[in-house]
């Protein structure tokens, strides 16, 4: 059945006011994910996206829980990799609608630019207390996960050098290698990187520390059922 005009009418002024996606930064991130696999972009999350976070953190709205990791969640083993608490944003929540829009227009364009093929998306909220870290660890296993582009937000002003709790990617499992760089959790910087390539770690920091962090993840549907998130 042909949509109704009402719900036509309903759908285009309900796209048109969300402010139009910046394409000049998803072309940067395009480029750089491009050329080394990761991209990095200081205050470039829109404000809109940004301050809606930032009101969720403000209006208590989420619940934030210890993460699982994998499956057979073992606490003890977590305590030792995670110390942070999470709230996933599964789409319920009025103040995480920009972040998801953002995200959804930043998919289309990858899958535009690159053919990337991504498909669905999942997203929470961290939250580092003082002392709090993540271990080195991968969001992907080749072959065991189809998460293919981690993205990652900044929720904190006026983050000092002193502060620490910085994102710390290494270029692969080799211990020896060293550091490949180091991100400042500065308000509204972003960081997007290919999943199962770069092993990372957080810091732990002085001071409360937020983030936003998301996945997005191929299609593995099998017989006709749409393969969940998580
Ligand atoms: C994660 C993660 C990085 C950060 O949640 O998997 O690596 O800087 N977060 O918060
Ligand atoms: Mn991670």
Known sequence: MPASPTAVVNLSSRLHAAEPPDETLFATIASQLETRG????????????SDSLLAALAAGEGEFAPAAIGRGDDAQRNRFVRRDTIYWLDGAQPHAAAWRQW????????????????????????HYA?????KRHRDAFRGESNRLLSVVGYLNRGWQPDDGGELVIYPDDDQAAGELLRVTP????LVVFLS????????????????????????????GQIDPPR
Do not use: K, M, Q, T
């Open 130 to 134: 003082p002392g709090d870290f993540y």
């Open 38 to 49: 990761y991209a990095i972009c200081p205050a470039a999350l829109p404000a809109a996206v």
């Open 186 to 189: 500065s308000f509204a910087s």
């Open 196 to 223: 199962e390539e770069f092993p990372h770690e957080v810091l732990p920091a002085a001071r409360d520390r937020y983030s936003v962090a998301g996945w997005f993840r191929l299609n593995s549907s099998i017989g």
């Open 103 to 126: 995200c959804e227009a930043l998919r289309l364009y990858l899958n535009r630019r690159l053919f990337l093929g991504l498909f669905s998306f999942e997203s929470h909220l961290a």
